[in-house]
């Protein structure tokens, strides 16, 4: 059976970590205000870039009338870095390319600008692997609504969501979709505490726990 397998993007498919901190840092220079630690930043991630900033701004004392300004500063940033500090988790490409070769659609839906996430599968060459990319920015709302999930699902096949946060979660809970969870990403509490299917710390596991999903699914449905 081939499924819909949307997946999220930082700390997920990706450590972007580093050059979010970077460009956020760059962007704290220019303020004359101080960096933060890789880890401060790494906490902030999740609920997409405007948020991200809105937490910085605050963490700094910043004022929050230049919200907008500084959150183009950082993308700007981002953007010029082009990926530099950025990683592929072990064995990303392997997994998707196995799964893609089974027939699955491989879909993104990240809080991640649209732009933005295009251009790592550019910089990484796997754009081509996905059908649909559904950005931050894409719809008139971000995770956790469930409305980006849908769109990046669509009708085709049963679906499965692949995130690392409780984020992506609690969106696959509200959509009503099989969460997959990545443990080496971003995620704030313990695994345990959030809902999923299944979950897994090495990508070379995730074809084998997609076709158990699979298999789950359909023996239900034949009861
Ligand atoms: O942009 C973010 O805050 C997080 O992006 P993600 O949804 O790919 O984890
Ligand atoms: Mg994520």
Known sequence: MVATIAF???????DSAPDIAHAVNAMLTEESAEMLTLAEVTGFIGNGLPHLVKLVVEARGMDMARHDALTACVLAHYTR??????????????????LSTSGHRLTLCTNKPERAARDVLAHFGLESLFATVIGGD?????????AMLFAALGDDGPPIYVGDSEVD????????????LHTEGY?????????????????????????????????????
């Open 169 to 180: 979660a609690e969106t696959a809970q509200r959509a009503g979709v099989n969460f997959l």
């Open 8 to 14: 999220d993007l930082d700390g997920t498919l990706i």
């Open 81 to 98: 870095a082009g990926s530099a500090y950025t990683v592929l988790y072990p064995q990303v490409r392997a997994a998707l390319d196995a």
């Open 187 to 223: 995620r704030k509490s313990p695994a345990e505490t959030l809902p999923h299917a299944a979950r897994f710390d090495d990508f070379a596991q995730l074809p084998a726990l997609v076709t158990q999903l699979l298999a789950q699914d359909s023996a239900c449905q034949a009861r």
């Open 138 to 146: 894409s719809l008139t709302t971000r995770k956790p609504d469930p």
